[in-house]
């Protein structure tokens, strides 16, 4: 359609509103020129009639009531797909950035995608080996599983993220595809170059497709930037069988970006100003991850978000706790202490990581080790609330003994090298070594059977003196 | 006719200037046909909710009335199928559309190709009124599907069909309305998913659903027919829960609704269900299972509309006679639906942007469940267990405030015991059961008569327990006098050795009545002996050093549940080792 309207009605925001406008599509994309020369991309949000209310990706600066003109495409978004999208950089929207020219499209997706019918899933259950023994041994990432990291402002998840994708990548079998998807939403310039720089240096660049919108880009790209990222995420993984890992930073940019529009749109907030349909969209990314039986790729999502004063009942972590299936969270006094990662084991879960390891996957003793490290590392916090009261000396002998395996699970466990790469059975093992700090008969959880096998005394004479 | 799109809102859409549509009546919008539900009619505008994305949509696309209200077709073909939030059959939109959900399916949502056995259970002349049995079909090799007259009917059969395999809707049989219509019966009914089915009357919520979970079983049980909320924030284990019940409850048909939660979520309770064996039949569980999965990145309209697809799915086979058990994983969801969706509409907030009409909606749903003499003059029941998730795990939201109202059983998962990996992490202390007194009279008969008084000296050490913990968090456990320390030692047991369940070990799993009384009984005994030692002046430590706290700690993994004289042997071992101290 080539009709163009002059002129605008009003301009709100990232809104503009235009009328007397027929035959439109909701959500169809409209494309606005400026006199100056420039255009712009925008997207239908509301119509009454032929009042059309329209969301300006890159803002509305500079706009006025007389220097535009309009044009509907009669299309929803969409993004050019092909597997030329490997190793290009994009920007939010999707326009590439990096010189190289436009993608010769094999096919164009819509960004929205289209909800996962639950009969044509596949359950995840393949492990991916991330050689952090925190991860692999209490939150094993699976194939296909969405699990993020909560972090905070000024902790190490970047880091974290990039050791993942490199030693994920080592761990692939052979003869799998394997590529990185990445979205920036509202980080800065450094970090995204941190993450390229990363990606180049472990030499998977050129199977990295990267979404920037830094945080000096338009918010309203911003809402478009995890979109792209997973349509271009799942052509590639359901058409091309590729194993994808998508790591979209940060996420409560992107909550905040959806505040930002929503407000400018008049509606009724929820908690915090966010709108009420956060959970909703939310879910319509994260519910994204996955593998569908009709292919051999997969989607497996890392989202990260920076937890505002590091408070996890924040609306963006919340709900993603709620969506996600677990979350890796990042702790401020591990951090300080050190410790890298600095992984707060206890808040965090993988549920997908039962059906997944065990005999057959990872050790027939995996998840009783797991169960034991946790239950054991529980009792460490209650020994140290109640140190903190009455002084170490105080404690009985059995909450010393926490004590001090709580400080070697720290040192050894958590704490790990950035290029250290451990197998699952060094992890595993380590495991059982620290636990025989302990007396035998504290380790509850553990089959008596498994006990036998593993608990050695001995075992634990590394970490003393 | 030109009822025409006017505005477009993400899932609201309006007509304009139109007196044709009623109130919450299923209409068809745009040239997709897109299922809808009029919601709001003014004199100017008729509103009307989408079930489906309404993306590309345009103003002055048709609207299309039915006549009728949101209905769910039922019928047999139910059990076993996987619906979503509009009784739309994901196994037959996956054949039709890929594994991508397309908008504008019309697929039927009962296989109408598929032949039922039928017997007919009624002649020529027979008088029947609404809710009475006039055909029987095994639906699935557990169930048998009863078609019942359409409760508003009723009337004279005048012909009736040799017994034999019939499609859904084929006709059976004919009836003559007392106004001397010809009503033709098939084997399926449609019925108005947001009115409830009428029964014969209320009967009072006696019986125990037996889960197998020691805590609720033994702890805060719910009955039949009885109305129970799990709140808890991620990560506490409400889904986890929902599983167990939905596999080991005693419940004849469980309804499992996955409102607004995770697709892989959906695919294991699938996958699981068909590989698990129902110990009471012998067959596959999803044989008695039916799934309603709108999960959270399907529309959001249709996960609104979920939980009354599922209720209206249950009432039709209690009214059958069955012990239906309803699993809504997450009431929240479906509250937030309404929040989504009541602010499309503009109208005015109440609590945290939830509408105000959020508690009355809670309780019309709450309260379709109930143990009922059906229509047919049979015993049937729904029980109702929702999950709430609350945001901020804070319990003071409105939804989880304005459940507390409407249930009677609250099974609160705590954060610190599911860090903890106490599983089921349900706090004994702030959960509550209202069944006890109503539940009394069964435990009494078919258990044991000890049964209610071991639960409460259970609960008593817990509380005693509790109280303790506060000053051993401020002082430590070596100051209490060794009475008390033996009521810490005996609660570690009870925790540990009685709360914490194992859902993936093949005992632990489910655990009878009679080897949880037993297990009660064990831990009393232990503590009553001890009681006495201690009484002596002999230390508790003297008593911890014999292993017997340990010993019953390990009970439910040592003793398997088809080898309860087991049990008999820890009393000899408490009496020799205690013996030996003296």
């Known amino acids: 359609m080539s009709v163009q309207f002059i002129g605008l009605k009003e301009i709100n925001g990232p809104l503009v509103v235009l009328d007397h406008v027929p035959d439109v599509g909701f959500e169809e994309i409209v494309e606005l020129l400026l006199d100056d020369g420039s255009t712009r991309l925008g997207r239908v949000v509301q119509i009454e009639g032929e009042r059309v209310v329209i969301q300006v990706f890159e803002g509305t600066n500079g706009l006025s009531l007389k220097n535009t003109r309009t044009r509907f495409l009669g299309k929803p978004m969409e993004l050019p797909l092909s597997t030329e999208l490997l190793g290009r950089i994009f920007s939010g929207a999707g326009k590439p950035i990096d010189g190289l020219g436009d993608i010769y499209a094999e096919k164009y997706g819509d960004i929205n995608g289209k909800p996962l019918n639950p009969v044509s899933r596949v359950y995840p259950r393949n492990y991916i080996r991330t050689g952090i023994s925190s991860i692999d041994a209490l939150m094993t990432l699976i194939r296909g599983q969405k699990l993020p990291i909560f972090s905070g402002s000024g902790m190490s998840h970047n880091k974290l993220a990039v050791q993942i994708v490199r030693q994920a990548k080592i761990a692939e079998d052979k003869g799998q595809k394997f590529a990185v998807v990445f979205a920036a939403m509202g980080v800065k310039n450094d970090v995204a170059d941190y993450f390229r720089r990363s990606f180049e240096e472990s030499g998977v660049l050129q199977r990295v497709v990267m979404f920037l919108n830094l945080s000096n880009d338009p918010i309203i790209e911003r809402i478009l930037t995890p979109r792209c990222a997973l349509t271009a995420a799942e052509y590639l993984a359901y058409e091309h069988d590729m194993h994808i890992l998508v790591v979209m930073t940060d996420m409560t940019s992107y909550a905040e970006a959806l505040r930002e529009f929503s407000s400018s749109k008049g ?32 989607v497996t999502q890392i989202p990260i978000l920076t937890m505002p004063n590091d408070d996890i009942t924040h609306p963006v972590p919340d709900l993603t706790g709620y969506i996600t299936e677990g979350q890796i969270v990042l702790g401020r006094s591990l951090e300080q202490a050190g410790v890298y990662p600095p992984v707060d084991v206890l808040p965090s879960l993988s549920r997908l990581m039962k059906d997944g390891i065990g005999e057959g996957y990872t050790r027939a003793d995996h998840s009783a080790v797991s169960n034991q490290l946790f239950a054991a590392y529980a009792k460490v916090q209650d020994a140290r609330s109640l140190a903190s009261v009455i002084g170490e000396e105080e404690l009985s002998a059995e909450d010393q003994q926490y004590l001090e395996f709580g400080r070697m699970f720290e040192k050894h466990f958590l704490n790990q090298g950035f290029y250290e790469d451990r197998t699952i059975e060094q992890t595993l093992d380590l495991g059982w070594d620290l636990l025989c700090l302990l007396p035998k008969e504290s380790l509850d959880r553990v089959d008596n059977e498994v006990l036998e096998k593993y608990y050695d005394p001995k075992r634990a004479e590394k970490f003393k003196g | 006719m030109n009822n025409t799109v006017y505005s477009i809102n993400g899932p609201v859409v309006t007509v304009r200037d139109t007196k044709d549509f009623s109130m919450l ?160 019966l098939t084997l399926c009914q449609k019925w108005p998913i947001r009115t409830p089915r009428p029964v014969a009357k209320r009967l009072p919520s006696d019986r125990p659903l037996i889960t197998g ?70 067959k596959a569980l999803t044989d008695r299972t039916t799934l309603i999965a709108n999960t959270s990145n399907m529309p959001v309209a249709a996960r609104e509309a979920s939980i009354y697809t599922g209720i209206t799915l249950a009432e039709y086979y209690r009214d059958m006679g069955y012990h239906v058990a309803i699993m809504a994983d997450s009431t929240s969801r479906w509250a937030e639906a309404l929040r989504e969706i009541s602010g499309r509409l503009e109208e005015m907030p109440a609590e945290e942007g939830f509408p105000a009409y959020l508690p009355s909606r809670l309780s019309e749903f709450y309260e379709r469940a109930g143990y009922m003499e059906t229509l047919c003059g049979k015993e049937g029941s729904v029980t109702i267990i929702g999950a709430v998730s609350p945001q901020g795990s804070d319990f003071s939201e409105p939804v989880t405030q304005n459940t507390k109202r409407f249930v009677r ?28 007194d109503d539940l009394k009279d069964y435990f009494d008969k078919n258990v ?24 051993v968090k401020l002082i430590g456990a070596d100051v209490l006098p060794d009475d008390q320390k033996l009521i810490i030692e005996i609660a570690r047991v009870v925790r540990v050795g009685f709360l914490q369940q194992n859902a993936y070990h093949k005992d632990d799993t489910y655990v009878p009545l009679e080897k949880q009384l037993k297990m009660m009984q064990a831990i009393i005994y232990l503590y009553e002996q001890s009681r006495k030692i201690i009484a002596k002046g002999i230390p508790v430590s003297e008593i911890s050093d014999l292993g017997l706290f340990d010993m019953l700690t390990r009970m439910k993994y040592d003793i398997p549940n088809d080898h309860l004289e087991l049990f008999d042997n820890y009393y000899h071992t408490i009496d020799t080792k205690l013996s030996q101290i003296k």
């Open chain 2, 213 to 282: 979970q020691r805590v609720i079983d033994t702890l805060l049980p719910v009955a039949k027919g009885g109305t129970a909320a799990v709140p808890g924030g991620f990560g506490t284990g409400k889904t986890m829960t929902q599983h167990q019940l939905a596999k080991w409850c005693d419940a004849d048909i469980i309804v499992y609704i996955g409102c607004g939660e995770r697709g892989n979520e959906m695919t294991q309770v699938l996958e699981e269900f068909s590989e698990l064996i129902d110990p009471k039949t012998g």
């Open chain 2, 448 to 471: 044991s008569p000890d049964f209610l008084t071991c639960r409460q000296k259970i609960n008593s050490y817990l509380a005693e327990e509790n109280k303790l913990m506060e000053i």
């Open chain 2, 25 to 184: 009546e299923m209409v068809y919008v745009g040239n997709k046909r897109l299922i809808g539900e009029v919601i709001g009619i003014t004199d100017h505008a008729t509103t009307i909710q989408v079930y489906e994305s309404t993306t590309g949509m345009k103003p002055g696309e048709p609207v299309y009335p039915t006549g009728a209200p949101m209905s769910a077709t039922l019928g047999p073909g139910i059990l076993s199928n996987i619906f979503d939030g509009i009784e739309r059959p994901l196994r037959s939109m996956e054949e039709a559309s890929g594994a991508f959900i397309d908008e504008g399916n019309s697929i039927p949502s009962l296989d109408t190709e598929k032949k039922y056995d039928v017997t007919l259970t009624v002649k020529p002349g027979d008088q029947l009124k609404g809710g009475d049995i006039y055909a029987t079909c095994p639906e699935t090799p557990v169930i048998l599907h009863k078609c019942m007259l359409s409760p508003t009917l009723k009337g004279e059969i005048v012909e009736v069909s040799p017994n034999g395999s019939y499609t859904i809707n084929d006709t059976v049989a004919k009836l003559k309305t007392p106004k001397g219509e010809i009503v033709e």
């Open chain 1, 267 to 298: 509606e009724i907030p929820g908690r915090k100003g966010y709108p009420g349909y956060l959970y909703s969209d939310l879910a319509s990314l994260y519910e994204r991850a996955g593998i569908i039986k009709t292919a051999k790729g997969s």
């Open chain 2, 409 to 436: 059983t609250f099974w609160a998962l705590d954060k610190s015991l599911a860090y903890a990996r106490h599983y089921p992490a349900i706090n004994w202390t702030t959960s509550y059961s209202e069944y006890i």
